[in-house]
């Protein structure tokens, strides 16, 4: 909220939070004072973050090797999108865990718990399920072409949106079709999602948009009260078990 009023002033044209903004940044600020005092030849297009999904991966083949060995039943889609965007049509929660983890502490798509947007009590019995005591709503997860008509004032130079570090005052009309994501100050922070950094996320929430109108999920992070955001395939299915999702 501390940045949305400081991208709201007068004098401010955009503002940009790094996505690792604890700790865990102070990696990526090393290596930028690295370049910036030894490279020959600076360009300040070196400085331009793509996407932070920065961690490691698994294959299909390591996952399923976890399912069988904790005796979890799974079955494989081609086009998981479209069997995702069904089930979340359907009401249901998902914990979704795919290609490379997120760098910074905000679930991205990757390894996210994603739900509609439509049940103002989810935040209540989502948490409980989680054995979370959070507060807060839940962030919104919406497709790059749609933001401008949910969010006041949201423009595609907007990066700090894309990492879910900035909140937004919702359009009025768009508030009744969101109510799980948006905040008692009629805010949201949204995780703006473009398919050049993650096809398949993009893809599940246009699959949820032909089935309900509405190109917005829930999006929280996959992990348990107290426990670390997951990474591999035991702790998502820890996580999965746990949570009873």
């Known amino acids: 909220k501390l940045n949305q009023r400081i991208h709201n002033l007068p004098e401010v044209d955009n503002i940009f939070v790094y996505p690792a903004m604890g700790d865990d940044g102070l990696s990526g600020g090393a290596a930028y004072i690295a370049y910036y005092e030894q490279a020959e030849v600076k360009d300040k297009k070196n400085g331009i973050i793509s996407d932070i999904y920065k961690g490691g991966e698994f294959t299909n083949e390591e996952i399923k090797t976890a399912l069988d060995k904790n005796n979890v039943e799974c079955e494989y889609f081609e086009n998981v999108e479209v069997e995702i965007g069904r089930i979340l049509a359907d009401s249901k929660v998902v914990g979704r ?39 807060m709503p839940f962030a919104p997860s919406i497709n790059r072409e749609h933001a401008k008509d949910y969010f006041i004032g949201y423009k595609n130079k907007h990066v700090a949106a894309d ?10 009309e768009m508030k009744e079709k969101m109510p799980a994501v948006v905040h008692i100050d009629g805010t949201a922070r949204p995780q703006i999602v473009d398919p050049k950094t993650n096809a398949s996320y993009h893809k599940i929430i246009d699959e949820f948009y032909k089935l309900s109108g509405v190109p917005v999920v829930l999006n929280t992070s996959f992990n348990i009260h107290e426990q670390p955001i997951v990474y591999s395939p035991q702790d998502a299915i820890n996580g999965f078990l746990e949570g009873k999702l």
């Open 97 to 135: 865990f795919n290609g490379k983890m997120e760098y910074g502490p905000r679930s991205l798509g990757n390894r996210s718990i994603i739900a509609s947007p439509f049940d103002p009590s989810i935040n209540d019995w989502l948490n409980k399920k989680l054995n979370r005591t959070e507060f």
């Open 163 to 172: 990492y879910m570090t900035v909140t937004y005052d919702v359009i009025e």
